[in-house]
């Protein structure tokens, strides 16, 4: 089955630290891009940050919220990737979930990328 | 950052009822827009991508048109199983990847 699984959220002090991982299954996932999108309490979409494939050297981008303190890696041979937070603070509270880019080539040679598939997301708590 | 827009915020309709929402970009982002249907609880999910292709196994009552700054998400007769929430997103050019703040489909 084509799956992503995350785990590791809970309930953590501001200042503290959480690693996220996300379990792929089904799918070659050393091919694709991964994401974190993360979702706060009641409140819309965020995104959080991407991991490239090794074709693409495994470069990250972040958003300019969480740039600096959070850091993503993965482990192609584990089919795993990960969301390591540190500095944490009560506004990163949300649900963090794990999606999977994919790219569609237009008729002009153009690349279009959506999120095709998502996993069911893990809380992160921040509070004292 | 592109900023998304969505409008309206949330909307009442009856099953059988047409319902379009509207997603505006802060700047030109060509076709580089994708939907998701967000149920309570769950994950989103993708509807349409590149502004208006149906993503395979979304229903052909869903639909998506647009390009530039403005885009519209279309269902022409709304399903029970369509009461949900919908976000716009953007992809152009690179990340960050930005969100529309969603439009919550509710019964009328």
């Known amino acids: 089955e084509v799956q992503l699984v995350e785990s590791g959220g809970g309930l953590v002090q501001p200042g503290g630290s959480l690693r996220l991982s996300c379990a792929a299954s089904g799918f070659t996932f050393s091919d694709h891009f991964m994401d974190w999108v993360r979702q706060a309490p009641g409140k819309g979409l965020e995104w959080v940050g991407r991991s490239r494939n090794k074709a693409n050297s495994y470069t990250t981008q972040y958003a300019a919220s969480v740039k600096g303190r959070f850091s993503i890696s993965r482990d192609d041979s584990k089919n795993s990737l990960y969301l390591q937070m540190n500095s944490l603070k009560t506004e990163d509270t949300a649900v963090y979930y794990c999606a999977r880019e994919e790219i569609h080539y237009g008729g002009n040679s153009a690349g279009y990328w959506y999120f095709d598939l998502w996993g069911r997301g893990t809380l992160v708590t921040v509070s004292s | 950052d592109i900023q998304m827009t969505q409008s309206p915020s949330s909307l009442s309709a009856s099953v059988g009822d047409r319902v379009t929402i509207t997603c505006r970009a802060s700047q030109s982002i060509s076709s580089y827009l994708n939907w998701y249907q967000q149920k309570p609880g769950k994950a989103p999910k993708l509807l349409i991508y590149a502004a208006s292709s149906l993503q395979s196994g979304v229903p052909s009552r869903v639909s998506g048109s647009g390009s530039g700054t403005d885009f519209t998400l279309t269902i022409s007769s709304l399903q029970p199983e369509d009461f949900a929430t919908y976000y716009c997103?953007?992809?152009?050019?690179?990340?960050?990847?930005?969100f529309g703040q969603g439009t919550k489909v509710e019964i009328k």
């Open positions: 997103q953007q992809s152009y050019s690179s990340p960050p990847w930005t």
